[in-house]
């Protein structure tokens, strides 16, 4: 994003005044409003100000309206972490004189994100330009002004980078019992370590946070594109203060230590609402955590982003555009099944259909999408979840999962009483999940006429763009890639450089196969085929297997041979 656009952005006047806005939408009233206006002739404070000050209005409701009023986004900075490397960007003088404060710093995009009252500041937003210089861009959130006030005299006074942090845990006191209380204080380094180390993962574009105590160090790892790298190690004496934070961030009890507990964290970072579903287990050195970090901008990906071929793309599309019966989408746990089930709801919801989904848990919330999660409390299983959506009048239906016989039978009935159903199974290819659902106790009559289709798919890691090397595949390559020795082509290996974090690859892409059900395949099914007659058939539908879309990858240099040869079977094309 260009500095130009985004003045563009700052310039634009809202429709209604801030106040006349508050009006229509019924928080507070004309009598009100004359009041912070008289209030106002006499002590020229922002109307927003003042209407905080005299308590008719509170400051969450404030920044949100004035969000909406101004067409910006709005940031909550109570749950918020700014980034250590924009702090550094603004001196404090000018944060507090133009109050404003630095969230997060894009180093790829090179734009700078701040959090203010007044957008429209011109001169404010000026002044930190020339502080950065022309190269770098500016992007603004609207924020509270008591909010952005405590945040500067918050976050500017203590250290927030992890070895800053660790520093100065090494050369003070720590009490480990005051973090067991919530406060505004953040002059606690293990508060600020955690909070720091979530930040990190975040920039970093993690997965998952392992944090696995050993018997003298502690053990930070992250999973980033798949795959887990060890990042920090600390010392085993930080471990119990940061087990007690990671309680109360989570909402779990401080005082179980023993049993496995589930929590979930919400904090706002590099600028946005991100979510982390934490998972605690008892070892023989302490409690295990591991955190899933559920971003939504990454969690929601239109169905045309996914980089699929075109005829992979089109087959989808067919087959959602039936209206009854289940699409099933197989793969292992980290494959990308969730992001790519949510993609095919995003295409589909609209108004006029009512989509219901039943999740264990629900991980990316979606506007118009009705959203369940399991509850044993409740007694809410997959199997009753689906008897209780279908009294709904859905017209699509999602299952996280087909587990058992009987989620399965609900499934299917589902999807022969007139409703399309999106569903997951754990099996290794498309062709696999037919033998898995007789496994489970689905009959093969049931399956025929049922099943709209199957899709498979694994995730590989994508080249950097910055530093990938080409070179000409040997003879063995060759032959696994079925080209022969004299075609002309060339393949890409990983590299190393700043930008990927000196690892080669930078981001993942999916492999996908789709098996569309026709009426031959149908048929087959019914006679309980086997899954060589099953494979013939497809294959003289046009079907492809997953090496087949992985080597288009490789060929058209976005991964390299060697990570798709460690995520997809590739022996089968060796003669």
Not at 275 to 284: C, H, L, W
Not at 313 to 323: C, E, F, G, I, N
Not at 360 to 368: G, H, T
Request: hydrophobic share 40%; with cysteine.
């Amino acid at each position: 994003m260009s500095t130009t656009t985004i003045r563009k952005l700052q310039t634009t006047e809202p429709s209604l005044p801030l106040g006349k806005r508050l009006m229509e939408a019924g928080l507070i009233s004309e009598d009100q409003l004359q009041v912070a206006l008289k209030e106002q002739s006499r002590n020229d404070e922002p109307l927003g100000r003042i209407l905080v000050r005299l308590g008719l209005l509170s400051e969450g409701v404030l920044r949100d309206t004035l969000g909406e009023s101004l067409g910006h986004d709005a940031i909550d900075l109570s749950t918020a972490i700014p980034d250590p490397d924009a702090l550094k960007m603004v001196p404090k003088n000018i944060a507090r004189r133009y109050r404003m404060l630095p969230i997060n710093f894009d180093k790829n995009e090179k734009v700078l994100t701040l959090a203010m009252a007044d957008t429209f500041n011109v001169v404010a937003v000026d002044q930190v330009a020339a502080t950065l210089g022309s190269d770098i861009g500016i992007l603004t959130l609207v924020a509270g002004d008591a909010e952005i006030e405590a945040a500067i005299e918050q976050f500017y006074q203590y250290e927030l980078s992890i070895q800053g942090i660790l520093s100065e845990i090494d050369t003070g006191e720590i009490d480990d019992l005051n973090i067991a209380v919530e406060t505004e204080e953040y002059s606690h380094p293990l508060i600020r370590l955690v909070d720091a180390i979530l930040a990190d993962a975040v920039k970093r574009d993690a997965s998952d946070i392992h944090l696995e105590p050993e018997s003298g160090f502690l053990r930070v790892r992250y999973r980033i594109d798949g795959v887990l790298r060890q990042v920090m190690a600390l010392h085993r004496s930080y471990w119990p203060g940061m087990v007690v934070r990671l309680k109360v961030m989570a909402k779990m009890n401080i005082a179980e230590t023993r049993a496995s507990q589930d929590g979930r964290i919400g904090l706002t970072l590099a600028g946005r609402r991100i979510d982390f579903r934490v998972a605690s287990q008892a070892t023989t050195h302490g409690e295990n955590f591991v955190l899933r970090v559920l971003d939504r901008r990454k969690g929601i990906v239109p169905l045309e982003k996914l980089n699929l071929i075109r005829d992979t793309l089109t087959s989808l599309q067919v087959m959602m555009a039936r209206p009854e019966g289940i699409i099933l989408v197989t793969g292992p746990t980290g494959s990308g099944k969730t992001t790519t089930l949510y993609s095919m709801l995003n295409f589909r919801n609209d108004e006029s259909v009512n989509i219901m989904t039943l999740e264990d848990p629900v991980e990316y919330p979606m506007a118009m999408i009705r959203q369940t999660s399991l509850n044993e409390a409740a007694k809410l299983d997959f199997a009753n979840g689906i008897r209780s959506m279908m009294r709904q009048d859905p017209d699509i239906i999602l299952v996280g999962e087909v587990r058992d016989e009987e989620t399965a039978e609900m499934a299917f009935r589902a999807a022969m009483t007139g409703h399309q159903v999106f569903t997951t199974l754990h099996t290794n290819s498309a062709l696999g999940a037919v033998p898995r659902l007789i496994d489970i106790g689905v009959k093969p009559q049931i399956m025929a006429g049922n099943i709209i289709g199957i899709v498979a798919q694994r995730l590989v890691r994508r080249l950097c763009g910055h530093c990938k090397q080409a070179y000409a595949p040997d003879e063995a390559e060759r032959s696994l890639l079925g080209i022969s020795g004299t075609e002309p082509v060339l393949l890409y290996r990983e590299g190393s450089c700043e930008s990927c974090n000196f690892l080669g690859y930078k981001g993942r892409l999916a492999v996908v196969e789709v098996l569309k059900i026709n009426q031959e395949i149908d048929e087959m099914i019914a006679r309980s085929a086997t899954r060589m007659e099953l494979r013939q058939a497809a294959l003289e539908s046009g079907f492809k297997d997953l090496a087949e879309d992985a080597i288009r990858h490789a060929l058209a240099g976005m991964t390299s041979l060697s990570e798709i040869s460690r995520v997809v079977d590739l022996t089968a094309r060796v003669a």
